[in-house]
């Protein structure tokens, strides 16, 4: 079964600084999608950004990087230039191939929470 | 704007009580969830419909009753409730079987749910 690890319950970072939340999986697939959602306090969980497993190209969204090192298992997640908005909690998540329902199962890590100091 | 709708935004109900949340997406997504997510905890799954059929369903108890109407609807029924199932209930949809555009949950808002 595949599960996911983040170990870093809570992480500080000041205003206009960089940060780097760690990631952690465990699967045998060779193909699977992984994703960073964001859930701030008004609990909405929002997609930040997302990573193909066959892709060796880091995904980029503006501020937010990740660095995929798939030999290693390890998605981490930058954040340049942090915005008093960006705190929330963070969650790694990994989507499984299609089941046999055609179904993607989705697991979450247990969840980062990122704060930003002014 | 969230494009998956949850109702209500809050709920309090006692153990004794039927009621049900309600979920609705108009993105063409054919899988939906029903997620349960505690304080400080990460969503757990507790079902999935694909193209209206349950396709997942996490050993939940039988007081927490799915029902997907159609594609764009999804139905959690709840009745004889404990104390300890309040939580967040997320409601997510994704494209399914779309090898490609790594197609991401998108959730709702969530029916913060009190049993007393």
């Known amino acids: 079964a595949q599960t996911v690890t983040q170990s870093q319950p809570e992480m500080s970072v000041q205003e206009a600084e960089t940060v780097t939340l760690s990631c952690t999986y465990d699967?045998?697939?060779?193909?699977?999608?992984l994703f960073w959602y964001k859930q701030p306090p008004s609990r909405q969980m929002i997609l930040v950004i997302r990573?193909?497993?066959?892709?060796?190209q880091n995904a980029t969204e503006n501020r937010f990087s990740v660095n995929f090192q798939k030999a290693a298992k390890s998605f981490s997640l930058k954040i340049s230039d942090s915005q008093l908005g960006d705190a929330a909690m963070y969650f790694c998540?990994?989507?499984?191939?299609?089941?046999?329902?055609?179904?993607?199962?989705?697991?979450f890590g247990t969840g980062t929470r990122l704060k930003v100091l002014a | 704007d969230t494009e998956v709708t949850q109702t209500p935004k809050h709920l309090v109900m006692g153990m004794t009580n039927k009621k049900s949340l309600k979920c609705e997406q108009h993105?063409?997504?054919?899988?939906m969830y029903w997620y349960k997510q505690k304080a400080k905890k990460p969503p757990e799954l507790m079902f999935v419909?694909?193209?209206?059929?349950?396709?997942i369903n996490e050993s939940v108890p039988s007081r927490f009753s799915p029902e997907c109407p159609n594609s764009s609807l999804l139905n959690l029924h709840l009745h004889a409730l404990q104390p300890e199932d309040s939580a967040l209930y997320l409601c997510?949809?994704?494209?399914?079987?779309?090898?490609?555009?790594?197609?991401?949950?998108?959730f709702g808002n969530g029916t913060r749910l009190t049993v007393t």
């Open positions: 997510a949809s994704s494209q399914d079987r779309a090898r490609g555009l790594g197609s991401p949950l998108h």
């Open positions: 699967t045998s697939e060779s193909d699977y999608y």
């Open positions: 990573q193909e497993a066959y892709k060796q």
């Open positions: 998540a990994y989507r499984s191939q299609t089941l046999t329902s055609g179904t993607y199962k989705y697991i």
């Open positions: 993105m063409g997504h054919r899988a």
């Open positions: 419909y694909s193209y209206e059929k349950l396709s």
